[in-house]
């Protein structure tokens, strides 16, 4: 089972794990202000993302915008095929967390700021057993890392961040307090090890904004190095040599997703069968490259 954008959402509500207020638009709509004005009524700024039918990553979004701005996103979007947005108000974005939630285990990686396709910060891990009142932080850098922001006033900016001890402490809590619930979406969901996407906003907290079913894996307690004599590839235009594992350095936009899957194949061709990422076992890097069978292993 694939879980859509717009199912996310209802899964979340409906099991209360919902933090940043989310509502489903429906288009064509008869007047979208209204329905946003009705729904969100306290907010003057908006984060609006498209649904598909599927799981797919880098859809289509606008972040921060005013009313205006969103009706004609809007009317774009419904021009383009677009039939179900989710509508949120904008909050300021301070971490993401990947989680990969199994029948009694729990494992969180986290990245200072906004977690994209083109992150290549290596996130803290850590692995929550809540029934036995345990936690274990598995690994995670030490030094401040580039970290991607997103801000009223400026758009995107990249600082220096790290994971702090307090973000670290939240996500502990969160999923200590919302385990009975997280069990019941991954019973929903029907899979063995379900992934939620949450980002910690400024005035709501822990916020799920999305569901992994395919490509998922639950990242092992151990894993291997990445050997220093593999080559290191640090753009999706390199050709590859004729090698079985490779170390993966590149930064890739989100709205280059197609580039992505090309390079995909070009590794294919290569023989590459194992590659190593710094970006997280639950990253959307890492996902890609498992659904077209490679195997992935931290750097």
Not at 31 to 51: G, K
Not at 103 to 115: F, M, S
Not at 129 to 158: F, H, N
Request: with cysteine; glycine share 6%.
């Amino acid at each position: 089972m694939t879980i859509t954008k717009a199912q996310a959402v209802e899964l979340f509500q409906r099991f209360h794990l919902d933090g940043l207020p989310a509502f489903l638009l429906h288009l064509p709509s008869p007047d979208p202000v209204d329905a946003i004005r009705t729904q969100l009524p306290n907010a003057s700024r908006f984060t609006l993302r498209v649904c598909g039918n599927d799981e797919n990553q880098n859809l289509p979004r606008i972040i921060g915008c005013d009313l205006g701005d969103a009706e004609q996103w809007l009317n774009e979007a419904h021009g383009d095929g677009v039939s179900t947005v989710v509508v949120q108000p904008y909050d300021d974005l301070l971490f993401s967390v990947e989680l990969a939630v199994a029948e009694h285990t729990y494992v969180a990686e986290l990245v200072p700021g906004i977690w994209e396709l083109d992150n290549q910060a290596e996130p803290t891990t850590m692995t929550l057993t809540p029934a036995e009142e345990s936690c274990v932080r598995l690994r995670g850098p030490v030094a401040a890392q580039p970290a991607k922001y997103w801000m009223i006033s400026t758009g995107y900016v990249v600082q220096q961040a790290r994971v702090e001890d307090w973000q670290l402490s939240d996500v502990m809590r969160w999923v200590g307090e919302n385990a009975s619930e997280l069990q019941q979406l991954r019973d929903a969901v029907g899979t063995d090890v379900v992934g939620v996407k949450l980002h910690y906003a400024r005035r709501y907290g822990l916020s799920p904004q999305n569901i992994h079913t395919k490509g998922l894996s639950v990242p092992a307690d151990v894993q291997p190095t990445a050997p220093m004599h593999l080559p290191i590839l640090t753009s999706v235009q390199q050709a590859p040599p004729q090698t079985t594992a490779v170390r993966l350095a590149v930064s890739i936009g989100r709205e280059r997703y197609s580039d992505l899957l090309a390079f995909v194949a070009t590794l294919q061709a290569a023989g590459v069968k194992t590659v190593y990422v710094r970006s997280g076992l639950l990253s959307h890097m890492a996902i890609t490259l498992r659904q077209h069978g490679f195997e992935v292993r931290r750097w």
